[in-house]
């Protein structure tokens, strides 16, 4: 009896309760299902509907099938006695690019393993062979100092400055999606590489064939969706911190900045300047004006950007009726509290489609409507306390089988809502992401992480990965979020040179929460609101740094034309912002290990400065260019390490054979103010 057959344009495997169906989605590209005991779903998680069907060719024998859509071949080998199969994926060369396991001959191990889960679902391994020589990138945000992911262990879950975007780069061609939003890990071992979910439906996965990564990345936009256009006000520079607590401080900053003649494009009224947790409105006692406020940020160039809590305090004025509505998350035990900072709350249900419809209604109403036009939604993954994520349940599902698509949903609440109202650019700065939060207008900062050098380097590696995910839009806060007294001459060391490395991020956002002698704030009558921080301004680093920080404000600017085009590849192909050197020069084998410098788009190459102290950088320079320095304008031909200088205001970075003289020539004009 034969277990594979031709259906459609798709080859199909059943044997012994599994049915797997592999098929072309999108050029070049497969998406592969397998269930047990039932019929497929046609989840759409993060994956696309097709816009048009390839043509793949199927070939089917007894023990033997293969399917070939483009530059991409599937073979499927039977083995006679079981009549378990393997999958092996090739590229248009012949070359094997990942093969499953198999099941060990006398082992009895599958390469897809569902394993049932007592009155529930499954638990579901998947296990590929290793390729020693292989180097893998992407799979999003993960706060360690590695850009090469193999021989890592990584945990498919989401946490504060953690996001888990689980698509795979791997150096031997190919792109892989591991499309399960459930709780789950991924190991890129010696051995074998091995995907696990800890509760599911079914297998569900989507892998491409390309030459070069750029073609890889191009083939995952189409098939999850890419950025939509960068709004202007997302170019330039951005003022924050922990926090503006009322109006008339908020815009006393912007008024300084305004005086200064030193651009910003957006400024952040942050957390709790509302009542209560999901109240989803301004306290009237500090912002008594709003709408004033917004309008007045306007007339001086700035947007107003407003912080959004997915929590509802369990004495917020909204939290009876989304309950009553089911419009919260559930707990599966004990009492329904979520989290436990400035009140006792539960979030909101972004996966309910009536839920984000009541939240974007109330945001409409109360910032939407007074001028408010960018948005600022913090805790999306969701912060959870403890992060016990088997005790947590969603209109979807529970969370450990769906959780991970939550902030993807919590960022289209705000982009559908947006494009409702007719806004056509949008962009939302974004705590965490999945697969397809891209095509939301997501902005992902990474989390709140701290003020150290350590921490410094982590972010460079965090950043590259998650462009290879597919987030092209990605920022810090600048100088970290958590810890620095803007007296201290050794912090001010690492803000300056966080601040030269955030000019070359997609976005430049300074933020923090920074030590002071008094953070209390207290109402009329008597009660304490939530504390404040210190000063983080510019000028609040002293005189010498305000002038480095302010040259590089305007290098951002002068910067605008190109930065545009780079957002505008990331919105037409998916191409990320920052890139690591092997994308833009796969041929070299050394730029597939670099990871503290890399290309800003494809002409600039950057190399923060990431020790204290440092007064020389050590730098390759691809060959097959020439490479001008931006700084001393001395032109160095690649294919070599070269090393220079680097006081405090500067950072090394090289234009590629001369591609933007506009930039030198700027950068000369402010070195001479």
């Not at 999606?177 to 439906?201: C, D, M, R």
């Amino acid at each position: 009896m034969n277990t594979m057959r031709q259906q459609g344009n798709a080859l199909i495997y059943e044997n012994d309760g599994e049915l797997l169906q592999i098929e072309p989605w999108g050029a070049n590209s497969f998406r592969v299902r397998s269930v047990m005991l039932g019929e497929l779903l046609d989840s759409d998680f993060a994956l696309l509907p097709l816009n048009e069907a390839q043509i793949a060719e199927i070939h089917v024998e007894e023990y033997h099938a293969s399917i070939t859509n483009g530059n991409i071949r599937a073979e499927f080998v039977i083995n006679g006695w079981n009549h378990e199969c393997t999958i092996s994926y090739y590229n248009q060369h012949g070359h094997l690019l990942l093969k499953e396991t198999g099941s060990g001959g006398a082992l009895n191990k599958p390469s897809r393993r569902f394993r049932g889960i007592p009155g529930g679902d499954y638990r579901l391994h998947v296990s590929f062979s290793s390729n020693p020589d292989e180097k893998l990138y992407g799979m999003g945000q993960y706060q360690q100092d590695l850009l090469d992911l193999k021989y890592t262990t990584l945990e498919l879950a989401h946490r504060n400055s953690q996001a888990s975007v689980p698509f795979v780069l791997s150096s031997l061609g190919y792109g892989f999606l591991w499309h399960n939003p459930a709780i789950g890990q991924v190991t890129f071992g010696k051995n074998v590489t091995e995907w696990y979910a800890s509760s599911t439906k079914q297998m569900d996965y989507w892998i491409t064939a390309g030459d070069t990564p750029d073609e890889i990345e191009q083939a995952f936009g189409k098939a999850v969706g890419t950025a939509p256009v960068m709004p202007e006000y997302g170019l330039g520079f951005w003022q924050c911190k922990l926090r503006y607590w009322n109006q008339e401080q908020l815009l006393q900053v912007a008024r300084t900045y305004h005086e200064k003649n030193i651009p910003v494009d957006v400024i952040v009224c942050d957390f709790f300047h509302w009542p209560k947790m999901g109240d989803f409105r301004f306290e009237d006692e500090f912002f008594p004006d709003p709408e004033a406020m917004a309008k007045e940020l306007k007339e001086m160039g700035m947007e107003l950007m407003v912080s959004v809590w997915p929590q509802i305090d369990t004495t917020s004025e909204n939290f009876r009726e989304m309950k009553q509505k089911g419009l919260l998350v559930k707990t599966e035990h004990g009492v329904e509290v979520c989290m436990r900072f400035g009140g006792e709350s539960v979030f909101f249900d972004a996966t309910n489609p009536r839920a984000r419809s009541y939240v974007w209604d109330k945001c409409r109403q109360n910032y939407y409507e007074k001028g408010i036009k960018v948005f600022w939604l913090d805790e999306a993954e969701p912060e959870y306390t403890g992060y016990d994520f088997e005790n947590y349940r969603y209109f979807m599902g529970p969370n450990v089988q769906i959780g991970n698509i939550y902030p993807q949903q919590f960022s289209r609440t705000f982009y559908e809502g947006m494009q409702n109202e007719g806004q056509k650019e949008i962009v939302n700065l974004v705590r965490c992401a999945w697969a397809g939060s891209q095509r939301y207008g997501a902005l992902v900062w990474s989390g709140d992480i701290h003020s150290d050098w350590e921490t410094f380097r982590r972010q460079i590696c965090a950043g590259l990965n998650m462009g290879i995910a597919g987030i092209s839009w990605w920022t810090t806060d600048i100088g970290g979020f958590s810890g620095g007294r803007p007296e201290d001459e050794a912090f001010r060391e690492l803000l300056v040179r966080w601040f030269e490395w955030g000019t070359f991020c997609p976005v430049m956002r300074l933020h923090g929460d920074r030590e002071c002698d008094n953070r209390r704030v207290f109402r009329k009558d008597g009660s304490q609101a939530l504390f404040t921080g210190g000063d983080n301004e510019i000028w609040s680093y002293g005189e010498e740094n305000e002038k480095i920080l302010t040259r590089y404000i305007h290098l951002r600017e002068a910067m605008r034309p190109y930065t545009r085009m780079l957002m505008d590849e990331a919105h037409q192909y998916g191409r990320p912002v920052m890139r690591p050197m092997f994308y833009e020069f796969p041929q070299e084998e050394i730029c597939w290990d670099l990871k503290e410098q890399y290309m800003f788009g494809p002409d600039l190459l950057v190399a923060p400065v990431m020790y204290p102290g440092m007064k020389e950088c050590r730098i390759w320079l691809p060959a097959g260019c020439s490479w001008t320095s931006l700084h001393d304008q001395r032109v160095y031909e690649g294919g070599q390490t070269i090393s220079v200088d680097v006081p405090l205001d500067v950072i090394p970075v090289f234009i590629r054979d001369g591609r933007q003289p506009e930039l030198i020539e700027a950068w000369q004009k402010l070195l001479a103010r």
